[in-house]
């Protein structure tokens, strides 16, 4: 399983400045290179080196450092044309399409270049590398990270790692291969619903209510307004700021949460039951006043960090069809429209019980998290007469 971890550089000032100026070279490079595959349409990476390599080489680069530039460019082409094929750009025609259809890709002065083994080198016991600049190799730079991840590094760092720099913060972020915990035998399933007003709900009783988050991404819709009304450069960089300041504070909640559910589950020896919840933006019909909420909602985030924890200690996982489960009983399995009262309260008109609607969604996930997982293991090979 491959996860990343991220280190924070710390150098001095000659060698900042030689990262600094590192990055924008490659990106210039790697701008170049776009435009040239552009022009003359070069579908393939080989291709596409036969006409640049050589250049690179004379603009400075060293041969790795070239590479993965041209590699850089070609994986962004590819990404390009995997998206126009899903739809992700809009339809033919449209205004978005065109503009992304019409020009070469470009590349921020401070874009992330990939480093493979011979450029970069760790030194663990010290927490410095060694890495390839324009003007050198320069050794000797000093990192910090936490300890379980500097534990991670040393035990699982495996293949590239992209150097980055933000707001005049160098980072390396590297890639690891963590190998995936063997799967126990669940003695159970734990139901997880996952909402706007409470992010998660799970039937063993735990919930995440999603108040202080929703309170948080409100504000911070009403600070946007504010700063796009006054169309300046200093908004605009404050917007971009505000961005990734919500971004990091969503993922932050995303992962308590994560963490919270897959420990319960390993502690008690049981499975999870996630409801399958991809395409869910496209097929739900909303008032635009829901709208935004729905669009902010980081579910399949939350989504992708149980599942990565679930398989990294073990526990089993799986997905469920969620179809009417906020309609159904969890006693007695009747369905009906009219059993959801509100958003919060559930009232089953066949037996009578009355619960939270969440609380209750999550029991019938369990439910059918054990039913699915039973009929994974049956066989389904005929009996030999």
């Given at each position: 399983m491959k996860i990343v971890a991220q280190v924070?550089?710390?150098?001095?000032?000659?060698?900042?400045?030689?990262?600094?100026?590192?990055?924008?070279?490659?990106?210039?490079?790697?701008?170049?290179?776009?435009?040239?595959?552009?022009?003359?349409?070069?579908?393939?990476?080989y291709e596409l080196r036969k006409h640049t390599y050589a250049q690179l080489k004379e603009q400075g680069l060293g041969a790795q450092a070239a590479q993965h530039v041209i590699k850089k460019v070609r994986d962004a082409y590819t990404t390009l044309h995997a998206n126009l094929r899903a739809g992700n750009l809009g339809p033919k025609g449209s205004k978005r399409r065109?503009?992304?259809e019409s020009k070469s890709i470009t590349f921020r002065p401070d874009a992330a270049q990939p480093y493979d083994d011979r450029c970069l080198s760790w030194q663990?016991?010290?927490?410095?590398?060694?890495?390839?600049?324009t003007a050198g190799r320069i050794k000797n730079v000093s990192f910090?990270?936490?300890?379980?991840?500097?534990?991670?590094?040393?035990?699982?760092?495996?293949?590239?790692s992209d150097l980055i720099e933000r707001n005049g913060v160098f980072y390396l972020i590297a890639t690891c291969e963590v190998p995936e915990a063997e799967q126990y035998e669940p003695n159970g399933f734990i139901g997880v619903d996952l909402g706007i007003v409470n992010i998660?709900?799970?039937?063993?009783?735990?919930?995440?209510?999603?108040?202080?988050?929703?309170?948080?991404?409100?504000?911070?819709?009403?600070?946007?307004?504010?700063?796009?009304?006054?169309?300046?450069?200093?908004?605009?960089?404050?917007?971009?700021?505000?961005?990734r300041r919500e971004r990091r504070h969503v993922k932050n909640t995303n992962h308590i949460i994560a963490k919270t559910i897959v420990t319960a589950a390993q502690r008690t020896g049981g499975g999870l039951s996630l409801e399958e919840l991809k395409g869910i933006r496209t097929r739900v019909r909303l008032r635009k006043p829901q709208r935004v909420a729905l669009h902010s909602w980081a579910f399949a985030q939350l989504g992708d960090f149980i599942v990565y924890k679930a398989r990294r200690a073990g526990v089993p996982l799986v997905f469920v069809d969620p179809a009417y489960s906020s309609k159904e009983c969890?006693?007695?399995?009747?369905?009906?429209?009219?059993?959801?009262?509100?958003?919060?309260?559930?009232?089953?008109?066949?037996?009578?019980?009355?619960?939270?609607?969440?609380?209750?969604?999550?029991?019938?996930?369990?439910?059918?998290?054990?039913?699915?997982?039973?009929a994974g293991r049956e066989s389904r090979v005929p009996a030999i007469p």
């Open positions: 924070k550089l710390i150098p001095d000032a000659a060698q900042a400045s030689a990262l600094s100026a590192t990055l924008r070279m490659v990106n210039d490079a790697a701008n170049w290179v776009s435009e040239v595959a552009f022009v003359n349409d070069v579908p393939r990476e065109i503009k992304a663990y016991d010290t927490q410095t590398v060694s890495i390839w600049t910090a990270c936490a300890a379980d991840a500097l534990k991670v590094l040393r035990q699982y760092r495996k293949g590239e998660a709900t799970t039937s063993t009783g735990y919930q995440a209510a999603g108040r202080q988050l929703n309170r948080y991404r409100k504000r911070q819709l009403a600070l946007r307004a504010k700063l796009q009304k006054r169309r300046t450069k200093s908004a605009k960089r404050r917007l971009k700021e505000r961005a969890a006693e007695c399995g009747h369905v009906d429209r009219l059993n959801r009262i509100s958003q919060a309260r559930f009232a089953c008109r066949s037996c009578g019980v009355v619960a939270h609607a969440d609380r209750n969604a999550s029991r019938v996930l369990a439910r059918r998290g054990a039913t699915v997982w039973t």
